[in-house]
């Protein structure tokens, strides 16, 4: 078991950078090149989160329209001290943590109970992920922070990291998968977890099409920029040429598959150039590049989800207005 350690914030922030810038940039390409040669045109969400990206982020949370945010930390400020003391947690691993700004809701209730020692933020947005740990040691004094800078899509070894331990994935984050992905992504998880540990994830609910999609389109703009900045991303580390007043965001919820999809509009016909790949690709007026699916759960398909991939449901809260969920699940 890990103990609270000393010394100052600085010292108490370790990092371990599992995929290395290089290994980033080579990754990206691959996954551009094969997201723009298919027939439906997609480039994964996690490129969106490069340091404007995150910045972003932030600003969406606080909008008026994004309830997401505002109803998950409302489930945490009333139920964190439950649910840490269901798991009697001592380390907190937090997937795409970004800011770790609600994570401070379940840190606060750690440090309440006495039992708090360790937190590990795994995320690919490294801009982000040091700030909130500076932050986090200088406000927790005797936590350890170990920052991972990873992509949670693939196995990570976290095996250094202490138990009990608490595995959270808030932000509605997990339904930036598809179904299949979603469940090997839940797999995944319990593999990290042993008898005693919990996985607490942050479900978006399936609810009115006005307000889901009011969301994701909001008045100021702010999230169209979001989207945008992934061609910003895309130029910047590939040498692309994307004219960003020449795609128009668009999101619009599918009802079939639950979920809110997220493109990037060509607005004419043009052609745009990927200097590191050496490719030319056409868009015609209108045609579309898919950045990002969320997708809404209900508490059955939740349930279901968990189950597939081996975990048993603990607790189930929602906020007062039954927008979001978070669940909180264990092994067996
Ligand atoms: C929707 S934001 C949620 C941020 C924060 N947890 C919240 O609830 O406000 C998604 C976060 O996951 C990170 N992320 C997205 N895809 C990732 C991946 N494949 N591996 C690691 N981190 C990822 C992003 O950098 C971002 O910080």
């Known amino acids: ?133 500076d932050i986090l040691a200088a406000e927790y004094p005797g936590l350890q922070v170990v920052i991972v800078v990873a992509d949670f899509d693939m196995p990570l070894d976290l095996s250094f990291a202490g138990r009990p331990r608490l595995i959270a994935f808030l932000g509605s984050t997990i339904g930036n998968f598809e179904p299949q992905a979603a469940r090997r992504f839940v797999e995944c998880v319990a593999e990290e977890l042993e008898p005693g540990d919990g996985f607490l994830v942050g479900f978006d609910l399936v609810k009115d099409r006005r307000e889901l999609e009011a969301a994701y389109n909001d008045a100021a703009g702010v999230t169209a920029e979001f989207n945008l900045n992934l061609l910003a991303v895309l130029n910047r580390e590939l040498g692309a040429d994307f004219d960003l007043g020449a795609f128009r965001h668009r999101a619009t919820y599918d009802e079939e598959g639950a979920r809110i999809e997220m493109r990037l509009v060509s607005e004419r016909d043009q052609e745009v150039r990927i200097g590191a790949l ?55």
């Open 278 to 332: 050496g490719l030319a690709v056409h868009f015609e007026a209108g045609e579309a590049l898919l950045t990002e699916f969320s997708h809404k759960y209900t508490h059955g398909s939740a349930l279901a989800l968990l189950q597939a991939g081996g975990l048993h449901l603990r607790r189930w809260e929602t906020d007062r207005e039954g927008r979001f969920a978070l669940a909180l699940a264990g092994l067996g």
């Open 1 to 133: 078991m890990h103990r609270r350690s000393t010394g100052t914030a600085g010292e108490r922030v370790v990092v371990r950078d599992v995929l290395g810038r290089r290994d980033r940039r080579a990754e990206l390409a691959q996954d551009v090149h094969g997201g723009l040669s298919g027939r439906v045109r997609q480039i994964p969400p996690k490129y969106f989160y490069d340091a404007r990206g995150s910045e972003l982020f932030e600003r969406i949370t606080g909008l008026p329209e994004y309830y997401l945010t505002r109803a998950e930390t409302e489930i945490l400020q009333d139920h964190a001290l439950d649910l840490v003391a269901e798991i009697g947690a001592h380390v907190l691993v937090e997937y795409g943590s970004g800011s770790s700004v609600k994570t401070r809701l379940l840190l606060d209730a750690m440090e309440a109970r006495g039992s708090l020692e360790q937190y590990v933020p795994v995320d690919v947005s490294e801009e982000a992920v040091h700030a909130a740990a």
